[in-house]
């Protein structure tokens, strides 16, 4: 069956985005394909530093045996503080596709990036094998990312980390509470950061919390769907990975299951 047939056309239903403030557009484009309107719950905006210590910190990097890239942001920020062409090939590693084409889009060489877009998967790409003795430089933001720190030290390399932005956490209103309340149509949680989705569920009133619980969660990885199953979200899915397409395609086949007549 054509995976498209499956959605009935006169059917609403929401994809709840956590991503950061301003950075929904790519999973609203692909909840829109998939037949949804998408909710933009952001619990943090991204603030890219530009200051001497960070550029400091960068120049250091850039004699690292690898530089690992966690995220798109962490490429842009590095960006603004020194052209991305001066890093040398062969060096460069990014957790994903996205911070991939983030990377040679500024200029950026050769980019190795794993096909499972997660810490674990980039830790399992050949170039972060062997680095006993080596210098690996982290760009990235504070928070986050603790398994790749702890890994590439417990492998005997040398961390250099270098936030080059930071998350400003904001705190959600409450006219935005009542439109979820009031949602006229089913809803799908997607989750690509625990640190997201920890920092929102404080704030979700307990009867809104108890419906999110209780509806679909699509989460980016195996290790955010245990995540939220440990915060009592019992209706979890894995999406084929972090990129909007994947976690607003998941979304919909939990509520339209492929299967379904």
């Not at 550029?55 to 045996?65: I, S």
């Not at 939220?228 to 939990?254: E, I, K, Y």
Request: glycine share 8%; aromatic share 4%; with cysteine.
């Amino acid at each position: 069956m054509n995976s498209r047939a499956y959605v009935p056309t006169d059917t609403a239903w929401y994809l709840i985005s956590l991503r950061p403030s301003g950075q929904h557009d790519g999973l609203r484009r692909a909840a829109a394909r998939c037949g949804a309107r998408t909710v933009a719950v952001s619990p943090w905006r991204l603030q890219a530093r530009d200051d001497a210590a960070t550029r400091d910190q960068l120049r250091l990097a850039q004699a690292c045996d690898r530089l690992v890239f966690t995220s798109p942001a962490a490429a842009a920020a590095a960006a603004r503080l020194m052209p991305l062409g001066q890093l040398q090939a062969g060096s460069l590693v990014a957790v994903g596709q996205g911070t991939a084409r983030a990377l040679r889009r500024r200029g950026a060489g050769v980019v190795a990036a794993p096909a499972r877009m997660d810490s674990e998967g980039l830790l399992a790409l050949p170039a972060m094998g062997d680095l006993h003795g080596k210098r690996v430089a982290l760009v990235t933001a504070p928070g986050g990312r603790g398994m790749i720190a702890a890994q590439v030290q417990a492998r005997g390399a040398q961390l250099l980390r270098v936030d080059v932005y930071e998350r400003v956490p904001l705190q959600v209103p409450a006219s935005l509470w009542s439109r979820l309340q009031a949602l006229d149509a089913p809803s799908v949680l997607a989750v690509s950061s625990g640190e997201a989705l920890e920092r929102v569920l404080p704030q979700v009133p307990p009867a809104l919390r108890r419906r999110w619980q209780q509806q679909p969660l699509v989460a980016a990885s195996a290790r955010l769907a245990e995540q939220a199953t440990t915060l009592g979200f019992t209706r979890v899915q894995v999406a084929a990975g972090p990129l909007p397409g994947q976690l607003a395609s998941a979304a919909r086949n939990a509520l339209f299951p492929p299967d379904a007549p």
